[in-house]
Structure formats: C-alpha cells, structure tokens
C-alpha cells in the first residue's frame, strides 16, 4: 500500500458538515488554514468537503492519506449523534475507540467550576481511537487529536468552531507539522491597496514596469471597492540557505513595492490589508482632528467602518443617519428650498449635509453620502446607483458625484468607500475642485 502513496509532501484539508454542503455555513476553517500553513511554506494540496456520514467521512481521509500522507480534518467532533469523525478515523486505522480519563477529569472540572454537572452526553468527546494523541482545547469541549502510523500517515482531527480550531493549530499542530513536513517552498507576499482607480487604469499606469517584478508574481485582486496588488514570492527552501533566500525575497518585495507604489501615488491608501477607514482615522488622528459623518443612502456603514477601529473615539464625533428629508432638514439644517428644488440627491443637499453635520457635531471635517441605492427610486435624470457625497473642511466644501454600477448593497459599498477615499485625499491636500 505504500506505494501508492505520498506522490507530494503537503497536506490535505477535508471539511466535515451537513451544513458546509447545504451552504449554511461558509467553509472560513479550510480558507484560514490554508492561508496559516500557506505563511509556513506548508503546501495544501487539495481541499474536500463531506457531509456527516462515517463511511464517507472514512473513505475521503483514506483518499487523502494515499494522496499526500497528512490530512487535517476539522468538525464533528461535538457530543451529538452527528459528530462521527471520531467513529471514521477509529474504522480507517482499526482501533477500538477508549476514553480519556484525564480528559473526563477536565471536562468534569471545567462544569464544576460553573456550578454545574457535565451533561452525559459530553462523555464521547474524551473518546478516541486508541493510540491517538489529544490535543487539549483550552476554548472548547471536544479536544483536538492527531493519529499517525507507517502505513497510514497522519490525521488529524480539529473541532468546527473556528476560534477553537484556530487556537488548536497555532498551539499544536504546527510543531507537529513543522517536524514533519519541511517546508518545500516559502511564501511571502505583500499587498498595495488602492481606491478610486478601475482594474484597467492601474493596469495601464504600471504596464511598463509589471514585468520588471520578475521572479516575483504579481495578481490584481479587484474588490468592488477597489483594486488590490499582490506581490508574492515563491522560493524554493530545499536545504541550506533558507534564511539567505528568504531574505532575498524580502528585499525583492520591498523594491517591487516601492517601485509600484510610488508609480500610482496618491491612489495607493495602504501598503498593509487594512481597512480605508482604519487608514482615514488614522490621518485624523494625526492631524488632531475630529469628524462627523451624514448619511441617507449609507444607512450608517461609513460610521460603523469608522468606529470599527479601538480608539475611534478620539476623532469620531458623531454620526448622524438622516433617511428622510425631514431629518436632513431638522438635525443637519439642510434648506427646505434646497430639498424642493434640487431633491434629496443632489449636489446642493450633499454639501448641506456636510456642512451642517460638520456645525451641528461642532467637528473639524464632515462627510456626506447621499444617493439612490435601488433597487427602485431611480430616475431618468438620478438613475438607481447616483450618489452624491461631499466632505466639508474649515475653509472648503468638495462636492462629487458618481453612478456606481451593482445591486444595492454594492451601491451602497462603493459609496461608503468612495466617500472614506474622498475625505482621505482632501485630508492629504490631494482632493481639488
Ligand atoms: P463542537 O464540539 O463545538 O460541536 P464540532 O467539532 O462538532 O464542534 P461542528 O459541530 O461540526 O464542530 O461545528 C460547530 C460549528 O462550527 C458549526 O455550527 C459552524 O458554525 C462552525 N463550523 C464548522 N465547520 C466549519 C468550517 N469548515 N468553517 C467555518 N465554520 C465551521
């Protein structure tokens, strides 16, 4: 039999969970390891997802095994009766299932100190297929386990919960795999972040330097909101050498990056994946300035982004979310002549909003957003996805307007982000007219 196998060292992930095939539930556990191991030079090989059956369950590890050797499973390891992963790794390496008694005892211990008796049927998550090694899990119930042997290879098995499986990886199955697997490539990446640029422009603007980036890759990764590089290193690890070639291809990155950021210039907001707004915040906070933020269309999303950041409270003030022209009268001043003679979306309304929010929060800048997200409310001279946003500083109000393509919630993305990309450029004295 072992012939058959271990074509590749690397690993193979198997999801388990009637949910993960009914589309319930996004498989986020098999993303986030592969992207863990991915940083560790650790090659994921293949993905497979199966519902909760033991046979199926069995034959897919079996597959796996043959294929790379090493498989990670996670989910169904719970106390219910369709928690079977445990019951189709005893069957595929023929070994009785036992129970831990120091697992028991934790278990037991952990009800206790909530005043509680351990339900019976927690019993089965200290069961495990004899000669297997437990994996504590310090977040969850059923603990992880690992079971290798000569003609197998290694499973091992991590609980659904992705915080519980996280934790499991990070603590215990990374030494393990580590050990097992020598890493065969590294991979190193960066990302540029822009906004306010199509795929085709940033593409045209670096098209006569993309290939100097060579041994690196380079991807565009549009995301509705804008536009994303990467530039990722991919170097062979093989013996002696490592930390030289690793280095090399830091030094390569950081050059690419460098070279292609400062072609794009004002349109690259962060060279890290985080948020715009974490990037704007950080801009007020710089300035020592605060904000409000008026939104109709937006429905709040601009404020959410803003205050998702811990210590917003520094330079948000307020956020005042005016659906109606009534509250854009009342709460931001917006002129009742204004409303009647150009309407809810328009140029004149946004810079009212702006400035009013700006007034009524007693803030140093404001932003507004609003527009017609659809799917109905469009017109022929407003059609559904014209927004409006300004951003209201001491001295200058900015007033833009776009027709964002997509469905609303799409509408509504883009223009929270195109708002947040605005106040970023009139911060940076790059926004005119
Ligand atoms: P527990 O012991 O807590 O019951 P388990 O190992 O039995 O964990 P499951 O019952 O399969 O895990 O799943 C528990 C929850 O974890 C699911 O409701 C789901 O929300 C989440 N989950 C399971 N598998 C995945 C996955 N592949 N990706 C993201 N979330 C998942």
């Not at 191991?37 to 090659?43: D, P, V």
């Not at 994303?228 to 290193?233: A, G, K, Q, S, V």
């Not at 927004?387 to 509504?412: K, Y």
Request: overall charge neutral; aromatic content about 4%.
């Amino acid at each position: 039999m072992s012939g058959q196998r271990r074509t590749a060292p690397g690993v193979e992930l198997l999801s388990i969970g009637n949910e993960l095939l009914l589309g319930e539930t996004v498989d986020t556990n098999a993303t986030w390891i592969a992207a863990r191991l991915a940083s560790e030079g650790i090659a994921v090989l293949r993905k497979t997802t199966v519902g909760d059956d033991v046979a199926l369950i069995r034959d897919a590890l079996a597959a796996g095994l043959r294929r790379c050797g090493t498989v990670i499973c996670t989910g169904g390891l719970g106390p219910t009766p369709d928690d079977l992963t445990r019951h189709a790794l005893a069957e595929l390496y023929a070994r009785r299932l036992v129970v831990d008694d120091a697992w028991l005892d934790v278990l037991r211990a952990r009800y206790a100190r909530r005043g509680m008796t351990m339900p019976a049927i927690n019993r089965v998550q200290a069961e495990h297929p004899a000669g297997a090694t437990l994996l504590p899990n310090a977040r969850g119930t059923a603990p992880g386990m690992a079971l290798a042997d000569q003609e197998r290879g290694l499973t091992i098995l991590l609980p659904g919960v992705p915080s519980e499986m996280r934790g499991l990886l990070e603590a215990e199955v990374l030494p393990l795999l580590r050990e097992r697997l020598r890493p065969a490539a590294r991979f190193e990446s960066r990302v540029i972040r822009t906004a306010g640029i199509s795929e085709a422009a940033l593409a045209e603007r670096i098209a006569d330097i993309a290939g100097d980036v060579a041994p690196l890759s380079l991807a565009f990764l549009p995301q509705g909101t804008g536009v994303d590089l990467r530039l990722t290193f991919a170097g062979s690890s093989a013996a002696a050498g490592d930390a030289v070639r690793s280095e090399a291809g830091s030094v390569l990155l950081d050059r690419a990056v460098a070279r292609l950021s400062e072609r794009l210039g004002h349109d690259v907001f962060a060279l890290e994946p985080v948020d715009l707004a974490a990037v704007v915040g950080g801009m007020l906070r710089e300035r020592g300035m605060t904000l409000a933020v008026a939104e109709s269309c937006t429905g709040g999303l601009v404020a959410k982004r803003l205050t998702d950041a811990a210590g917003a409270s520094d330079y948000v003030r307020a956020g005042f979310v005016t659906y109606s022209n009534d509250a854009k009268r009342d709460m931001l001043g917006v002129a009742e002549t204004t409303l009647a003679a150009h309407g809810a979306v328009s140029e004149a309304c946004a810079r009212e909003m702006a400035e009013g929010a700006r007034r009524a929060a007693r803030a140093d800048a404001a932003m507004a957003i609003t527009g017609v997200a659809g799917p109905g409310g469009g017109s022929a001279e407003k059609p559904v996805g014209t927004v409006w946003m300004a951003v209201a500083l001491e001295s200058v109000t900015h007033v833009r307007h776009v027709i964002f393509p997509g469905d609303r919630s799409e509408v509504r993305e883009r223009s929270a982000q195109a708002a947040l990309d605005m106040l970023r450029r009139a911060l940076a004295g790059t926004l005119h007219g």
